[in-house]
T-cell receptor, first 115, second 114 residues
C-alpha cells in the first residue's frame, strides 16, 4: 500500500518565478492538506482540499494556490517566488468518509530553494 | 485559537535513560493531540495520538504520552532511549472532529548520548 507521494523531491528556483508541486494521497484517502516547514520550524498549514475544492486555508497570501483532481491528487502552486518561500513543503492526506479519519499521513516533502 | 508550546528546542539524554519531551497546548474546544517524529531529510511520521477515551496513549517504538486536561499538557515519554530515537519531535493539536488544520509546535530535537 503506497503512502503519500510527492514530486519533485528537490527544486531550485529564482525569485519571481512560479513553481508547481505535486502530491498523490495515500490509497483510500480523499482529502489533501499542504504545509510549509521553514528551516528549524514546525510545519504551518497552507490549505486543505476535498472534493476538488479548497475547504480551509491558513494565513498564506494568494500567491499560494492549489488544485485537486478527480483522482484526489493535488498540486500546490506558488507564484512570484520570494526568498522566504524556501522551505520543505509537506503534503498530508486522510480519509473523510471511512477509516482512520482522525489521522493525517504525511509525505516525504519537496524541498524548495529560492535563489 | 489553538497553540502548542514545546519546552526545550534541544534535549539530550544518555542511551538507556528516560526520555521526556514536554508539550503544553491551548485550545478552546476539545482537542485532538498528536506527536510526530521527523528524521533528517524526511517527512513526518505519526508516533501516537489522543482523540477520546483513555488518557494514557501508547504509540510506536515504545513511546507513550498522557493527556492531562487540568494541566493542558501532553508530554511524550519513553523509558529507555535508543540511539535510533535521535530525531526532531513535534507536538501538534487540532480541533476534535475537525482536524483538517493541525497546529504544530516548533519542535524538540532529541540527542542521544552514547
Amino acid at each position: 500500500d503506497a503512502g503519500v507521494t510527492q514530486s519533485p523531491t528537490h527544486l531550485i528556483k529564482t525569485r519571481g518565478q512560479q513553481v508547481t508541486l505535486r502530491c498523490s494521497p495515500k490509497s483510500g484517502h480523499d482529502t489533501v492538506s499542504w504545509y510549509q516547514q521553514a528551516l528549524g520550524q514546525g510545519p504551518q498549514f497552507i490549505f486543505q482540499y476535498y472534493e476538488e475544492e479548497e475547504r480551509q486555508r491558513g494565513n498564506f497570501p494568494d500567491r499560494f494556490s492549489g488544485h485537486q483532481f478527480p483522482n484526489y491528487s493535488s498540486e500546490l502552486n506558488v507564484n512570484a517566488l520570494l526568498l522566504g518561500d524556501s522551505a520543505l513543503y509537506l503534503c498530508a492526506s486522510r480519509p473523510v468518509r471511512t477509516g482512520d479519519r482522525d489521522t493525517q499521513y504525511f509525505g516525504p516533502g519537496t524541498r524548495l530553494t529560492v535563489l | 485559537a489553538q497553540s502548542v508550546t514545546q519546552l526545550g528546542s534541544h534535549v539530550s539524554v544518555s542511551e538507556g535513560a528516560l526520555v521526556l519531551l514536554r508539550c503544553n497546548y491551548s485550545s478552546s474546544v476539545p482537542p485532538y493531540l498528536f506527536w510526530y517524529v521527523q528524521y533528517p531529510n524526511q517527512g513526518l511520521q505519526l508516533l501516537l495520538k489522543y482523540t477520546t477515551g483513555a488518557t494514557l496513549v501508547k504509540g510506536i517504538n515504545g513511546f507513550e504520552a498522557e493527556f492531562k486536561k487540568s494541566e493542558t499538557s501532553f508530554h511524550l515519554t519513553k523509558p529507555s532511549a535508543h540511539m535510533s530515537d535521535a530525531a526532531e519531535y513535534f507536538c501538534a493539536v487540532s480541533e476534535a472532529n475537525r482536524d483538517d488544520k493541525i497546529i504544530f509546535g516548533k519542535g524538540t530535537r532529541l540527542h542521544i548520548l552514547p
